[in-house]
């Protein structure tokens, strides 16, 4: 069974402050991981893809691939009240990504 | 604008009276598939579809149907609903086959069985 781990949450950080998602996964054969941001009663939106290990920065956002560790993370600079969400993160490879349950982020002023 | 379009939003039914939920895409994806989202569950796969035609169980087909007799369109069939299918829909798609978790979501249904 191929499995994707989240901290269910919730993650509560000051405005301003870095918040910190992490992920781990049970199938060592996943080549690509999505984190994906879902606000209450909306759909989840595609926000970071990440296919090799190390960093990938885009603007407040850097996400962080560890194959050795089976460990996927989310960092999120600067924090915002609008950045408080549930975080999804999903691991590919096949035609069925699996998704973890989710990390809700609450980013307080 | 490129949208992935789910209908309905919002339906309240009762148990063993037929359904469908209709998806469609107009980005011209290869890949389409349906979720299912509850809480605690998280998002899980029901069905998903390579092509015209082509189309394969997820984790939890039970009591669904689809086909995919056009490439936009997708539609998820409850034949007989039950209450334990509560739950809120998400229909997704693909540009990329080998690469199918760069995923457009509908905005999802909410379909309750009484």
């Known amino acids: 069974q191929k499995e994707v781990e989240q901290n269910s949450g919730p993650l509560s950080v000051p405005e301003g402050a870095i918040a910190s998602l992490n992920c781990t996964y049970s199938?060592?054969?996943?080549?690509?991981f999505f984190w994906y941001r879902q606000y209450s009663g909306k759909s989840p939106e595609l926000i970071m893809s990440i296919y090799s290990n190390g960093d990938k920065e885009d603007g407040r956002f850097t996400a962080q691939l560890n194959k050795a560790s089976q460990y996927v993370s989310l960092l999120i600079r600067d924090s915002q009240p609008s950045d408080s969400a549930t975080y999804l993160c999903?691991?590919?490879?096949?035609?069925?990504?699996?998704f973890g349950r989710g990390t809700s982020l609450i980013v307080h002023p | 604008e490129a949208q992935v379009t789910q209908n309905p939003r919002y339906l309240i039914t009762v148990t063993g009276k037929k359904l469908t939920v209709t998806c469609s895409q107009n980005?011209?994806?290869?890949?389409m598939s349906w979720y299912r989202q509850d809480p605690g569950l998280g998002l899980r796969q029901i069905y998903y579809s390579m092509n015209v035609e082509v189309t394969d169980k997820g984790d939890v087909p039970e009591g669904y149907k689809v086909s995919r007799k056009e490439k936009r369109n997708f539609p998820l069939i409850l034949e007989s609903p039950s209450p334990n299918q509560t739950s809120l829909y998400f229909c997704?798609?693909?540009?990329?086959?080998?690469?199918?978790?760069?995923?457009?979501f509908g905005e999802g249904s909410r379909l309750t069985v009484l």
């Open positions: 997704a798609s693909s540009l990329q086959l080998h690469n199918t978790g760069e995923l457009f």
């Open positions: 999903a691991g590919g490879g096949s035609y069925i990504p699996t």
């Open positions: 980005m011209n994806h290869e890949y």
């Open positions: 199938d060592r054969g996943s080549q690509s």
